[in-house]
């Protein structure tokens, strides 16, 4: 550290060719107890007075101001001083500067800028000590608040954020990153003081990958990291990260909503107390807001330009005009509608423009209008700039209270093919009416109901067969919504249909549909709609509907489908079967299925075993039963109930039967009716399924024949289950039973199999494997030996230093194990690695193929923590057992080396946990090989 002492003369430089300002400034600062200092253009200091003398125990005229103050301030500072504006204030953030002692002073104060001023050539200095963190985090957070409140742009409010920000936290980089449209992604909208392959790397990251910024985001909470917690924590992170110490990531939160974070990066090592994660946390807040409120303005912006995009091309004229009619605002699209350019019709009377015989019509529409009250509608003639007219409808609203308005707003549209087209079909449908009278004898004898709608869909002729079909008379059903007699659910189909009836190509549909008849009863209905077209037009002027009565055929239809589901789900139950593998989850299945095929509401499954019932599963909320746990003979039982059970036979009970003797209350409060369906293994009783419901039923054939197909299906699965459970147990003890062969060739290695497929298998579960991945590892810890059958007893039982042949031929053995059990189908893979790979080592010294790191497969790492603790653990012809302290040590001391050490934590960690059930792990023996450290001498 370097110190500085007091020069022999006084504090003022050489001034002789300074400016007459600067003489004027030095003197009015040289006995001021505020610390002054005057700078030039280089930074130098060219003036210091005696208050900065006293305060850092020297005068440091001459000195250059950067050499002073502490590196990890000097950034932000020069940062604040070349932002100055010429002879104005500039607020500077807190920072440090170091005394003759080496004590590194805090200070703060203020900047004035005068380097563009001749007769002054300096920067004037004001500074004040602070001894504060909690001041300087105050100051830096008022101006940064500042600062924002100013923004309403992303850009600015990013550069604010690194203008004044990253100076405030005295991070040295930082990026921002919000999260993307899809929800999904961290993109990053700035970043300041990072090097191009940084920006890479945060540019676009996905929520879920494994980095300290997705972290934040994720669970909403702040991530702090010194060096050596981001190295352990992120070495990739950590990598990329270089040359900065480190990091901290903050969530961006708004109310409840997390909408990014905003990372930041420190030159030194920084161990974050918690006023400074306080102060970061301050920081991010206030960012937060401005970044949400500058997105909002954004949108709010484009919805502006979308809103004015879409009045200048809408096909709609919108205008406001006065109570008087002079129009004072006409949208763009005017011109393409009625020729005018906005311009022109601005200033103009509406009635000028307006056919003369609609100007009552008009004006009665606009005296009918009051604030807040209706719109009011007219469809009137207009005159076009070329001269012919335009029937136009409007629909004119009284804003003139409105404080943007102030008028009456007029939207208007193009109707004149509409009115010419009505006045066309009002001609023709003259001309039809002799036509239709003809049609009305035909439909008045049909027994179909003969419908005729209007081009808008209102009925115009109803056939009077509607008394017959639906009950209601003829003119019952003029008039009416053509939809209002339809079932709610079948409406939306006939809607679509309806809004596309005037669609180039519709002349002829068939729909199937409910129609309400006037008792309140929906039938199923078919109708026909046909199009009638206009004679000369060949516009589409009427619709026919003709609609007969399909519910037989619809009823017998759904009678088919019904069956059809059950024997779906049938096969969808069988299928389930062989997907389940205990017999809980059978039963449970089987519950669920029949529940959903028939008409019961709940049930049970109860285990019969030795004569003892015992609850399995139950489905759909079933009443609590007193069986569970009691013996089968011993219940009361009816005749007919025992006799079915002890036949194997299905038993239905309606509400009027009883299930005990001497009976119970009936009728029952629950259980009304029920059934009960016995389950066999190989023709013994194992299970019981009960089905019940709170109501009376009458089950049919075809429901209890389904039940008993569910019970037939449940007991194959049983059956089969039955089996797999013996094949696994068999073939556990065989491999149990290879292990041990192995073992007994040696009696120094007694109990070796056993305790390594123990603490393996526990191992294996703390390390998530689960199923049949740990299934497949207890199997490699069983045979991971099995090679040593090739390996002469003068060797493997050798008490004295193996030579290098009888060395290489020990680390033969994986090899071999793996040659002799591959061939086997039922090994998976797993196992067979942990045969040929437990002796390899993470740093690549293991054998037989030197793999290193996580190259060796993991369960073979899993395998060979276990092995070599049981190897320290136990007496060897050439070493004593260790301790289990002993043992544990080592294990610490070659995580990493030779062992994984993530690994070898959650064996310890494992190991501690079980420390109090199991004071004495006892002496685990009989492992391949030792540490290095504790091979053969």
Request: hydrophobic fraction near 40%; aromatic fraction near 8%; proline fraction near 5%.
């Amino acid at each position: 550290m370097t110190h500085f002492h007091l020069p022999a003369e006084n504090s003022l430089a050489p001034t002789a060719d300074l400016p007459a300002g600067f003489h004027v400034l030095r003197r009015a600062a040289q006995f001021s107890p505020e610390l002054t200092l005057l700078l030039d253009a280089q930074g130098r200091i060219q003036f210091a007075n005696s208050a900065v003398g006293s305060r850092l125990g020297f005068v440091p005229t001459g000195l250059d101001a950067g050499s002073l103050v502490h590196p990890d301030d000097w950034a932000a500072l020069i940062g604040r001083l070349k932002c100055s504006h010429p002879a104005r204030d500039t607020d500077l953030p807190a920072f440090r500067m170091q005394s003759a002692e080496g004590e590194w002073l805090w200070l703060t104060g203020r900047a004035t800028h005068f380097l563009d001023n001749p007769a002054v050539r300096a920067v004037l200095v004001h500074l004040r000590p602070t001894g504060r963190k909690r001041d300087l985090h105050r100051a830096a957070l008022a101006r940064l608040s500042r600062v924002l409140s100013g923004t309403y742009h992303v850009p600015e409010v990013v550069d604010a954020v690194f203008g004044e920000g990253l100076a405030a936290v005295g991070a040295a980089a930082g990026a921002i990153l919000l999260i993307g449209a899809d929800g999904e992604h961290l993109e990053m909208i700035g970043h300041a003081g990072y090097a191009v392959s940084a920006n890479s790397t945060w540019r676009r990251i996905p929520l879920i990958r494994d980095v300290p910024v997705s972290h934040a985001v994720r669970d909403q909470r702040a991530i702090f990291l010194s060096d050596a917690e981001l190295q352990a924590q992120y070495p990739d992170i950590h990598q990329i990260h270089a040359p900065f110490k480190s990091l901290a990531a903050l969530p961006l939160v708004v109310g409840e909503r997390v909408i990014g974070a905003v990372l930041l990066s420190f030159q030194h090592d920084r161990r974050f107390d918690t006023d400074e994660q306080e102060f970061l946390l301050t920081v991010a807040d206030l960012c937060a807001p401005a970044l949400d409120r500058s997105r909002l303005h954004l949108e709010l912006q484009r919805e502006q330009d979308w809103h004015a995009t879409v009045t200048q091309n809408s096909s709609d004229v919108v205008a406001i005009i006065d109570e008087r009619g002079i129009i004072v605002y006409e949208s763009g699209s005017v011109e393409r509608m009625l020729g005018y350019s906005p311009a022109e019709m601005v200033g103009r009377s509406a009635f000028d423009l307006i056919y003369p015989e609609d100007h009552g019509l008009i004006q009665h529409a606009l005296a009918s209008l009051m604030p807040n009250g209706e719109p009011a509608s007219a469809t009137y003639r207009f005159l076009h700039r070329d001269g012919h007219w335009v029937w136009l409808e409007s629909l004119a609203m009284d804003l003139r209270h409105h404080p943007h308005i102030q008028g009456i707003l007029v939207n208007s549209r193009d109707v004149t093919a509409r009115v010419e087209a009505q006045a066309a079909r009002e001609q023709a449908r003259k001309e039809m009416e002799f036509s239709e009278q003809n049609f009305r004898r035909l439909a008045e004898n049909s027994g179909d109901l003969v419908r005729q709608y209007d081009a808008c869909g209102r009925v115009e002729y109803c056939s009077p067969s509607s008394r017959e079909l639906l009950g209601y008379d003829p003119e019952e059903m003029m008039g009416q919504d053509p939809l209002c007699f339809i079932h709610p659910d079948d409406q939306s189909v006939l809607r679509a249909a309806f809004d596309q009836r005037l669609t180039p190509g519709t002349e002829r549909r068939k729909f199937e549909y409910r129609l309400r008849r006037k008792d309140g009863r929906y039938m199923w209905v078919e109708t026909t709609f046909r199009v009638l077209r206009e004679p000369q037009s060949e516009q589409i002027g009427a619709f026919i509907g003709t609609t007969r009565d399909i519910e037989q055929r619809k009823h017998a239809e759904h009678l088919l489908h019904t069956q059809l589901d059950r024997y779906r789900h049938l096969l969808d139950f069988t299928v389930s079967m062989e997907q389940h593998h205990t017999a809980i989850d059978l039963a449970g299945e089987a519950l669920h299925k029949a529940l959903s095929l028939t008409e019961y509401d709940y049930g049970y499954a109860f285990s019969y075993d030795d004569g003892v019932v015992q609850v399995l599963a139950e489905a759909g909320l079933p009443p609590a039963v007193a069986a569970p746990g009691r013996d089968l003979s011993r219940l009361p039982l009816t005749t007919a109930v025992r006799r079915a059970l002890q036949q194997r036979e299905a038993y239905f009970l309606e509400g009027d039967q009883p299930v005990f003797e001497p009976a119970e209350f009936l009728p029952r409060g629950h259980w009304v009716s029920l059934c009960l369906l016995p389950i066999t293994r190989q023709g013994k009783l194992v299970s019981v399924l009960v089905f019940g419901t709170d109501q009376v039923i009458t089950t049919s054939a075809d429901t209890r024949q389904l039940l008993r197909n569910v019970t037939a299906r449940l007991g194959h699965a049983l059956e089969r289950q039955h089996h797999l459970e013996q094949l696994n147990t068999s073939r556990e003890e065989t491999l149990r039973a290879l292990g041990l062969a192995l073992e007994y060739r040696d009696y120094e290695t007694k109990g070796h199999t056993d305790r390594v497929v123990r603490l393996t298998e526990r191992l294996g579960c703390a390390l998530g494997f689960a199923g049949a991945d740990l299934a497949a590892l207890r199997w490699g810890a069983f045979l991971h030996d099995t090679g040593k059958v090739a390996i002469p007893d003068a060797i493997l039982l050798k008490p004295g230093k193996l030579t290098p042949e009888e060395w290489d031929l020990i680390k033969r053995h994986p090899g071999i194990g793996f040659e002799m059990l591959h061939h086997i189908p039922s090994l998976p893979a797993t196992t067979l690695e942990v045969v040929l790979y437990h002796q390899e080592r993470w740093n690549g010294s293991g054998y037989p193929k030197g793999l290193e790191g996580t190259s060796i497969p993991l369960a073979a790492r899993v395998f060979a923590v276990v092995d070599i603790y049981d190897a320290l653990t136990s007496e060897r012809p050439y070493k004593p057992a260790w301790t289990h302290e002993q043992a544990v040590a080592q294990l610490r001391k070659e995580a990493g080396v030779l062992l994984d050490a993530r690994v070898v934590r959650t064996f310890l960690h494992m190991l501690s946990l079980e420390a109090t059930e199991h004071t004495d792990a006892g002496s685990i023996l009989d492992a391949d090989i030792s540490l290095t450290e504790h091979m053969h001498e």
